[in-house]
C-alpha cells in the first residue's frame, strides 16, 4: 500500500528557512517521478517543484524558483523541498505527491506557516 | 506557462441531477489533462487522467472529454458524496505542472 507522509513544517518567521520531508513506502520509489504541491489556506492547489525518478530533472514554479531547491534520496525513499527566504505568502499546506505525469498518490500534507 | 481557467467557480446541483464542469487550457495540451476531486480536511484524488481515462475504482458516473484546449468533467447522476472541489491539471510541460483554480460543487 503506497504511504506518503510529509514532516518538517512549522511556523517560521519571514526570510528564514525551512526543509520539509516527504517519506514514501509501499512502491518502488526509485521508479516514479515526485513533486510538491501546496495549498493555501481557503484557496486552491498550487504545483511548487517536480523532481524525475533519478533526481536528474527539475523544476520549479515562477513563484518559487530560486529560493525553494527540490530534490530526492532514492536510497532512503525520501523526497524533499528545502525553502529558502520564506514569504508570508508560502504559507501553506504542503503535499508531496507521486506521480510520472498525473499525481495517482498524494500524502496528508505538512502545514507552513510563515508570521513574525 | 500554460494557464488553466476552470468555469463555474462554483456549481449548484440538486443530488441525482448532471453536473458539467468545464476547463479551459490558453494553449493546446493535447489529450494531457486529469482531473481530481477534492474534500474538506483531505488530499486531492485523482479522478481522470488522459483527459478520459478513469482512474482506478473511480466509478463510471464520472467521465472526461476533450482534448486540445478545452475539456469537460460530467458527472452523470451526483450522489452525496460527490460534493466536493474539482480541479483540472495540465501535464503536457512535464515536469512543470499547472492547475485550474477548482470548481466548487455544491448542494442546491
Redesign the interface.
Known sequence: QVHLVESGGGVVQPGRSLRLSCAASGFTFSHY?M?W?RQAPGK????VA???FDGS???F??SVRGRFTISRDNSKNTLFLQMNTLRGDDTALY?C?R??????F????ALVTVSS | EIVMTQSPATLSVSPGERATLSCRASQSVSSNLAWYQQKPGQPPRVLIYGASTRATDIPARFSGSGSGTEFTLTISSLQSEDFAVYYCQQYKNWPLLTFGGGTKVEIK
Open positions: 517521478a513533486h504541491v486552491g492547489l498550487e504545483w517536480g523532481v524525475s530533472k527539475k523544476s514554479a515562477d503535499y505527491a506521480g510520472q505525469q498525473w499525481l495517482d498524494w500524502g496528508q500534507g
